[in-house]
């Protein structure tokens, strides 16, 4: 149940609880007075016709002495009291008044005639007022009043208990809100706080509230959900400071090979006793050694601009077939100056939403390590092949199944050579920063970043790369684009 939907629902009960109580406990007690009236009623009854034969004797209605009512003091009591008036309203007798009191006084007739034989009932007491005939005619008008003390004393205890019944009933009815608050409200917001605390601690505790389905398991929920991300963002972090604590280490690893190169060959052009021959070999050499350097910080330089989030790419339309003609171009002189044969192919219709530099620069990645890692003699191939084509006859027998699954519904472009494996424990590491599987690292004239950036640079363009290896066969490297 909603939270709000439970606090209306217990606003709602707290207000007619308490008058649902009280009409409850007032019809009881009306239904207990209405029987205790009954039985009070017959028992006064009983004690007025008690006390009715000696009252309607005629000869007590006339003025007399004291004595002449012993008889009718007799009958007299605590709770009952008897009163004799003549017709004409004298007040005769009444057990009211001290025993010494012999005064006699009239009253208004009109009063006393009132509710004659009727019962009267008050707050403390009944009241009867009843003519006596004497030979036809009314000599007087006794008065019965009986005291209700049983009655006001219960009516008293009722109170009292009505009362206390009142206090236990609150009390007990906002305990029991006082609980199901803390239950629904406080206890909750208090373990969501604990849970916040301890996250802010670093300290994990398992999350019950977020099964709740109320707000303050919604908002557990959310909670849930911003410490994923979270932690999700501090463990991106670690693992992008890892990172660039291992390019330091990898780049200065790195740079150091060719630094301890040229200072060695600079100190010995400083020597005059060396010859020209071996003069220019050694410039050849610090030539070739800066290049390294350069290129080396220039993948540094363009890897560390993708991994920014403003990075992106122009992407451009261009016509495929003219495409991957220019791209694909300039790689027969590199094949050539070490004695490669290379095999270049296309099958490619359409246009493609490609930016024309970072992806000349994928393939000129690829084609580098490919050439590079190629011994004297050996074969290298360059394909670009649409969905629709079949893969060319050249392709590994061990990489043919694999590739026409991965290739499904887009264009590949297939860069493979012969020469060295990789080991399959090292294939997923390829594409990991700095990572050169061969142990070549800083003698092989690379930086370790081209295929990082190549596979950035594809997935930037929502495609995909893919590398498989085979011992006696070589290497074979894919890149995926969407077409259309």
Same mark, same amino acid.
């Given at each position: 149940?909603?939270?709000?939907?439970?606090?209306?629902?217990?606003?709602?009960?707290?207000?007619?609880?308490?008058?649902?109580?009280?009409?409850?406990?007032?019809?009881?007690?009306?239904?207990?007075?209405?029987?205790?009236?009954?039985?009070?009623?017959?028992?006064?009854?009983?004690?007025?016709?008690?006390?009715?034969?000696?009252?309607?004797?005629?000869?007590?209605?006339?003025?007399?002495?004291?004595?002449?009512?012993?008889?009718?003091?007799?009958?007299?009591?605590?709770?009952?009291?008897?009163?004799?008036?003549?017709?004409?309203?004298?007040?005769?007798? $009444?057990? #009211?008044?001290?025993?010494?009191? =012999? /005064?006699?006084?009239?009253?208004? *007739?009109?009063? %006393?005639?009132?509710? @004659?034989?009727?019962?009267?009932?008050?707050?403390?007491?009944?009241?009867?007022?009843?003519?006596?005939?004497?030979?036809?005619?009314?000599?007087?008008?006794?008065?019965?009043?009986?005291?209700?003390?049983?009655?006001?004393?219960?009516?008293?205890?009722?109170?009292?208990?009505?009362?206390?019944?009142?206090?236990?009933?609150?009390?007990?009815?906002?305990?029991?809100?006082?609980?199901?608050?803390?239950?629904?409200?406080?206890?909750?917001?208090?373990?969501?706080?604990?849970?916040?605390?301890?996250?802010?601690?670093?300290?994990?505790?398992?999350?019950?509230?977020?099964?709740?389905?109320?707000?303050?398991?919604?908002?557990?929920?959310?909670?849930?959900?911003?410490?994923?991300?979270?932690?999700? $963002?501090? #463990?991106?972090?670690?693992?992008? =400071? /890892?990172?660039?604590?291992?390019? *330091?280490?990898? %780049?200065?690893?790195? @740079?150091?090979?060719?630094?301890?190169?040229?200072?060695?060959?600079?100190?010995?052009?400083?020597?005059?006793?060396?010859?020209?021959?071996?003069?220019?070999?050694?410039?050849?050499?610090?030539?070739?050694?800066?290049?390294?350097?350069?290129?080396?910080?220039?993948?540094?330089?363009?890897?560390?601009?993708?991994?920014?989030?403003?990075?992106?790419?122009?992407?451009?339309?261009?016509?495929?077939?003219?495409?991957?003609?220019?791209?694909?171009?300039?790689?027969?002189?590199?094949?050539?100056?070490?004695?490669?044969?290379?095999?270049?192919?296309?099958?490619?219709?359409?246009?493609?939403?490609?930016?024309?530099?970072?992806?000349?620069?994928?393939?000129?990645?690829?084609?580098?390590?490919?050439?590079?890692?190629?011994?004297?003699?050996?074969?290298?191939?360059?394909?670009?092949?649409?969905?629709?084509?079949?893969?060319?006859?050249?392709?590994?027998?061990?990489?043919?199944?694999?590739?026409?699954?991965?290739?499904?519904?887009?264009?590949?472009?297939?860069?493979?050579?012969?020469?060295?494996?990789?080991?399959?424990?090292?294939?997923?590491?390829?594409?990991?920063?700095?990572?050169?599987?061969?142990?070549?690292?800083?003698?092989?004239?690379?930086?370790?970043?081209?295929?990082?950036?190549?596979?950035?640079?594809?997935?930037?363009?929502?495609?995909?790369?893919?590398?498989?290896?085979?011992?006696?066969?070589?290497?074979?490297?894919?890149?995926?684009?969407?077409?259309?």
């Amino acid at each position: 149940m909603k939270l709000k939907t439970w606090l209306m629902i217990s606003y709602l009960t707290i207000m007619l609880l308490p008058v649902v109580f009280l009409f409850l406990l007032y019809i009881s007690i009306n239904k207990y007075d209405e029987q205790q009236d009954l039985t009070e009623y017959v028992s006064i009854y009983n004690q007025v016709e008690g006390v009715s034969d000696t009252l309607e004797n005629g000869d007590l209605y006339t003025l007399s002495s004291k004595e002449h009512y012993r008889e009718v003091k007799r009958l007299a009591s605590d709770q009952v009291n008897l009163s004799l008036y003549r017709y004409d309203g004298i007040a005769l007798f $009444s057990t #009211k008044e001290p025993p010494t009191s =012999q /005064k006699y006084f009239r009253v208004n *007739v009109e009063q %006393l005639y009132q509710n @004659l034989n009727e019962f009267q009932k008050r707050h403390s007491s009944y009241l009867i007022k009843k003519p006596v005939f004497k030979e036809g005619e009314m000599v007087g008008i006794y008065e019965v009043t009986v005291q209700r003390k049983k009655w006001v004393e219960e009516v008293h205890n009722r109170t009292i208990l009505f009362i206390a019944c009142a206090i236990i009933f609150f009390i007990v009815l906002y305990t029991l809100v006082l609980y199901f608050l803390h239950h629904r409200l406080n206890k909750p917001l208090k373990r969501l706080q604990e849970e916040m605390t301890n996250f802010a601690n670093g300290i994990n505790t398992e999350n019950q509230i977020k099964f709740r389905r109320d707000e303050i398991g919604i908002l557990s929920s959310h909670f849930e959900k911003m410490k994923t991300q979270i932690e999700q $963002s501090r #463990k991106a972090l670690e693992e992008e =400071q /890892k990172e660039k604590q291992f390019i *330091v280490a990898a %780049l200065t690893h790195d @740079l150091k090979t060719p630094l301890t190169v040229i200072q060695a060959y600079s100190e010995a052009l400083e020597r005059n006793d060396m010859v020209d021959e071996n003069r220019q070999e050694y410039k050849n050499i610090l030539t070739e050694k800066l290049k390294l350097m350069k290129q080396m910080l220039n993948d540094l330089s363009i890897y560390t601009s993708l991994q920014s989030p403003q990075n992106s790419l122009e992407l451009v339309s261009v016509e495929g077939q003219e495409f991957f003609d220019m791209v694909f171009s300039g790689y027969d002189e590199q094949c050539v100056n070490k004695n490669l044969n290379l095999t270049v192919q296309q099958h490619i219709s359409g246009v493609y939403q490609v930016d024309v530099k970072q992806i000349t620069r994928v393939i000129d990645n690829l084609m580098i390590n490919a050439i590079r890692h190629t011994k004297q003699g050996q074969r290298v191939w360059l394909a670009a092949i649409s969905s629709e084509s079949s893969l060319p006859n050249w392709v590994f027998h061990p990489f043919k199944e694999k590739i026409e699954l991965w290739r499904m519904k887009g264009t590949v472009i297939l860069i493979q050579n012969e020469g060295s494996y990789i080991p399959k424990q090292d294939v997923k590491r390829v594409f990991e920063p700095f990572t050169q599987v061969d142990g070549a690292r800083g003698l092989g004239g690379s930086s370790g970043l081209g295929l990082s950036i190549s596979k950035i640079l594809m997935e930037k363009h929502q495609g995909k790369i893919g590398l498989w290896s085979e011992e006696n066969y070589g290497t074979l490297v894919a890149c995926w684009i969407k077409e259309g």
